[in-house]
């Protein structure tokens, strides 16, 4: 067997292989509404994906504006979104079934559907993430929603690592508000945020984290001379509906993430497919993927 076949195996075994949680992870989870997982991917496997995410930054149009020139939300980092479908080199990532099965036990379900995944490179001197939660883009009629965020390299504070307001999930400190500087400040004068303990640490690769939907969070700007490299997928449960889009974010992610899919009826879409199943009904969803192709969830880059 050739090295380079001995290093795919070992990544692909990562990937496949069962992480258990440290006690006490999931009722934590439960009450913060966010997981610091420790040591889930190997080294071998943050080596990989790396340089696919890198790749696909430095190709990203939003690259070529100036930071100056961009908003609030595209100073943050550069977004590209459902590298599954264009990137055949990140699918073993995208459709890890560890990291699935981690997103299913934190939320207590049987099966999790993929809704969407997207690389967040926050460039060198990039700016602050705003804070907000992510599931006011989503139309989806569950809190069983939860996004796993894979650094890809060491990040330290001065890199701009994830913060969450602990229990932040139970409270709308504003779930209307999309991503900028002015809603930020509206959360911040919320009069229950100064109850909320803010939680920050920096990342380490090979570790993870996860956050609900209706999480707060935000992350500070990156202050050095290197990129912040960061992958996340975010899952939905299996037999989740979809809501009534409700702000504008949903009613464009209904377009663009839930082809076919009809208000009051669960999510099974060719997009969404299962990704993690105690029944293992998730083994063949991989063999059943469309092959890479330049679209974007249902928009056609071609």
């Avoid at 195996?9 to 006690?23: R, S």
């Avoid at 939907?213 to 975010?234: C, E, K, M, S, Y």
């Amino acid at each position: 067997m050739a090295v380079g076949d001995q290093g795919r195996d070992t990544v692909d075994e990562d990937l496949a292989g069962a992480h258990p949680l440290p006690a006490g992870t999931v009722a934590a989870f439960a009450r913060d509404g966010f997981a610091r997982v420790p040591g889930v991917l190997a080294p071998a496997t943050i080596e990989r994906f790396r340089p696919v995410v890198a790749e696909v930054a430095a190709g990203s149009p939003q690259a070529q504006v100036p930071l100056a020139q961009r908003s609030v939300y595209q100073r943050a980092f550069l977004q590209e979104v459902n590298l599954w479908q264009r990137t055949a080199a990140i699918r073993p990532l995208v459709f890890s079934p560890k990291l699935a099965r981690l997103a299913a036990d934190l939320l207590g379900v049987d099966a999790v559907r993929i809704y969407h995944d997207q690389a967040l490179v926050k460039e060198a001197h990039g700016g602050k993430t705003p804070w907000h939660c992510d599931q006011y883009y989503w139309p989806l009629a569950t809190d069983r929603t939860v996004t796993v965020w894979i650094p890809l390299q060491d990040v330290p504070f001065e890199m701009g690592p994830l913060a969450f307001a602990a229990g932040s999930q139970r409270i709308d400190l504003g779930r209307a508000l999309d991503i900028s500087d002015e809603s930020e400040a509206r959360i911040f004068r919320h009069p229950r945020w100064r109850e909320l303990p803010v939680d920050e640490a920096p990342a380490r690769a090979g570790d993870v984290t996860y956050h609900l939907g209706w999480t707060f969070h935000g992350a500070r700007p990156n202050d050095t001379d290197v990129d912040r490299l960061v992958f996340t997928i975010i899952y939905v449960a299996d037999g989740a509906a979809l809501a009534e889009p409700v702000t504008p974010g949903q009613v464009f992610d209904r377009q663009i993430w839930l082809p076919d899919s009809e208000v009051g009826r669960p999510i099974d879409s060719w997009l969404n497919p299962v990704v993690w199943a105690r029944d293992g009904r998730h083994r063949d969803t991989v063999a059943h993927l469309p092959g890479p192709a330049p679209r974007i969830g249902t928009f056609d880059l071609g």
